[in-house]
């Protein structure tokens, strides 16, 4: 009988190993797809706020997927973090390689047509600005256009696709706001 027993306690061991493995694979394999991040500044509300839980698709623009007018995208910037390292900032696309865009009297214009900003926090856009958005780049803007550092900015101005992280596709939490992202100009 200590025999069988034995057998049975390396045969349980066995499987909760091979169980451990495979939760680890399979754990690694999400992360290099979907990349959870958290909100950490104000450039975002009243869509995203402080403190939003995340998620991030790596792969949202692999293949025939492109990035489109009003997703929201998380890239890399110039700007550095307090410890140094490179920030990645959540910004909303207004416009693609060859969009002309141009902000005058609060209102943003993508090829000539006036932009709807009623998902932004104050309805209207400062600046004054007549760009194209030059091949391979993107112009991007906070939903929040009073605080966000964005394209509109030296500091970050127009975004490279190859810096752009992911699409943000799911809010965790807060709870009550869980769900998909959604496009407002889809």
């Known amino acids: 009988m200590g025999k069988k027993k034995e057998i049975r306690e390396k045969s349980l061991a066995l499987e909760w190993i091979k169980d451990i493995v495979i939760a680890v694979i399979i754990a690694a394999v999400i992360v290099q797809v979907v990349k959870p991040t958290i909100v950490k500044e104000r450039s ?19 293949g025939d997927h492109k990035i489109q007018r009003g997703d929201v995208i998380v890239f890399r910037s110039d700007l550095e973090t307090d410890s140094g390292k490179k920030k990645l900032l959540i910004k909303r696309v207004i416009g693609v390689a060859g969009d002309e865009i141009s902000i005058h009297n609060g209102e943003v214009y993508v090829n000539g047509e006036k932009d709807d900003q009623s998902y932004t926090m104050s309805g209207e856009t400062v600046g004054d600005l007549d760009e194209t958005v030059p091949d391979g780049s ?3 803007m906070g ?9 509109r900015s030296d500091q970050v101005g127009m975004v490279s696709t190859g810096r752009v992280f992911g699409k943000v596709v799911f809010r965790l939490y807060p709870f009550d706001r869980m769900g998909r992202i959604t496009n407002p100009y889809k």
């Open 44 to 62: 975002m509300e009243p869509n995203f706020y402080q403190n939003d839980y995340l998620f991030v698709y790596r792969l949202a623009y692999k």
């Open 138 to 140: 993107l112009f991007c």
């Open 143 to 151: 939903d929040n256009r009073d605080v966000s550092i964005d394209s």
